[in-house]
């Protein structure tokens, strides 16, 4: 090999490195910028965190306002990507979502599987029942109850109240129709859920949210594991949201007095560290 055959080969592999090196430094974070595209995984049907509209037939809510100004924030569009409880890990997991904004309580069990953002809300599970029938706590372990798949309301009923039935359904709005039809005796989820649930009803004095809280869940947005500057972009724009007021203008469009779930605010973002990692 003569020396300038050496060089160039040389130079040849410094450059295949160096390309080889860049690719490994490539994360979704500059995945989402080149493509100009985020696409967030977002409740369809869990007012009023994510559900379709009915008179604009659009994805809105709390969850989506969120992800969008996020979106914003990247100087990029956003592509929901419609989702249920039990597919909000896998569509992270897949490649087919780079955020879930879905109403995501933050476990330790979850933690293995995707990062968490530092929490955004706080939530505690309740029941909603026919009025007066769900009176005291020792009730949950007598009665049917529904709630939706692959949720923490599922695990918290399954640990804490084993003898409970428990009927499973993939969405909230199921759940709800199961309840109303006698299937079950109360149904359960946050309280915010419920609340908006609740206040929809035709019929909403024959139902009640009992005083009766088995949980407090902060809620936060989800990463696929190791994207730490896809998660450090999300927390660094969360505090700033908390910051400028845009956090609380949100919450006000879906929770405040005039909203149709008023619900006083428990948790201004950066009071709670993420909870589980």
Excluded: C
């Excluded at 969120?66 to 990507?81: C, D, M, N, Y």
């Excluded at 309740?126 to 049917?144: H, M, P, S």
């Amino acid at each position: 090999m003569t020396r300038s055959t050496f060089i160039l080969s040389s130079l040849a592999l410094a450059i295949g490195s160096f390309t080889l090196a860049g690719a490994a430094w490539a994360d979704r974070l500059d995945d989402v910028k080149k493509a100009g595209v985020l696409r967030v995984a977002a409740f369809d049907g869990n007012p009023p965190f994510g559900y379709i509209d009915p008179a604009s037939k659009k994805q809105v809510g709390h969850d989506i306002d969120l992800a969008t100004e996020f979106a914003k924030s990247l100087g990029v569009k956003i592509e929901l990507v419609p989702t249920n409880p039990a597919n909000r890990i896998p569509l992270l997991t897949s490649g087919k979502a780079d955020v879930v904004f879905a109403s995501f309580t933050i476990t330790d069990e979850r933690a293995k599987a995707v990062d968490f953002t530092t929490p955004y809300f706080l939530v505690g599970q309740q029941f909603l029942a026919k009025k007066g029938l769900l009176k005291d706590v020792a009730q949950i372990n007598e009665i049917r109850i529904g709630t939706e798949k692959g949720t923490t309301m599922e695990s918290n009923l399954r640990k804490n109240y084993p003898e409970a039935k428990v009927v499973l359904y993939d969405d909230s709005p199921f759940a709800l129709a199961a309840l109303r039809n006698g299937n079950v005796q109360a149904i359960t989820n946050d309280g915010v859920k419920l609340t908006a649930q609740w206040n929809a009803l035709p019929d909403k004095e024959k139902y009640e949210i009992p005083a009766i809280t088995v949980s407090k869940e902060y809620l936060g947005a989800a990463v696929p594991k190791g994207e730490t500057r896809l998660l450090e972009a999300l927390n660094t724009w969360l505090a700033e949201s908390e910051r400028n007021g845009r956090a609380l203008a949100i919450y006000d469009t879906w929770f405040g007095p005039n909203s149709k779930a008023p619900l006083p605010r428990l948790l201004k973002i950066g009071d709670q560290r993420v909870a589980a990692r």
